[in-house]
């Protein structure tokens, strides 16, 4: 079993910047693509970016391509998202997802594990 668990999260103004970090225990996530989730108050959850287990595989959202990173260091067990140029809309809870599948089907959401989220407020 995996457990995952973010941090990182806090209030910024817009255009700063924030790095989420997922750090998993209880089994090495190596062989999992990783996905960050996000959902804001009266919205589903939606998808952000994913990456595949050797970190060479990377998807995003529209909305935040340019301006999220996510990445990786399976020798810490940790997976990283660096938000840069944040805007008000992006507030949110922020959730990190292991899938043992293929990197392309972390977006769906049908992930295998999940973290309980971090808050990303940001002020205008």
């Known amino acids: 079993q995996v457990q995952l668990v973010e941090s990182g999260g806090g209030l910024v103004q817009a255009g700063g910047s924030l790095r989420l970090n997922c750090a998993a225990s209880?089994?090495?996530?190596?062989?999992?693509?990783m996905g960050w989730f996000r959902q804001a108050p009266g919205k589903e959850r939606e998808f952000v970016a994913a990456?595949?287990?050797?970190?060479?595989?990377?998807y995003y959202a529209d909305s935040v391509k340019g301006r999220f990173t996510i990445s990786r260091d399976n020798a810490k067990n940790t997976v990283y998202l660096q938000m840069n140029s944040l805007k008000p809309e992006d507030t949110a809870v922020y959730y990190c997802?292991?899938?043992?599948?293929?990197?392309?089907?972390?977006?769906?959401?049908?992930?295998?594990?999940w973290g309980r989220g971090t808050q990303v407020t940001v002020s205008s």
């Open positions: 997802a292991g899938d043992k599948g293929p990197v392309r089907t972390v977006s769906r959401g049908e992930n295998d594990y």
């Open positions: 209880g089994r090495t996530i190596s062989t999992y693509a």
């Open positions: 990456i595949s287990w050797s970190g060479g595989t990377t």
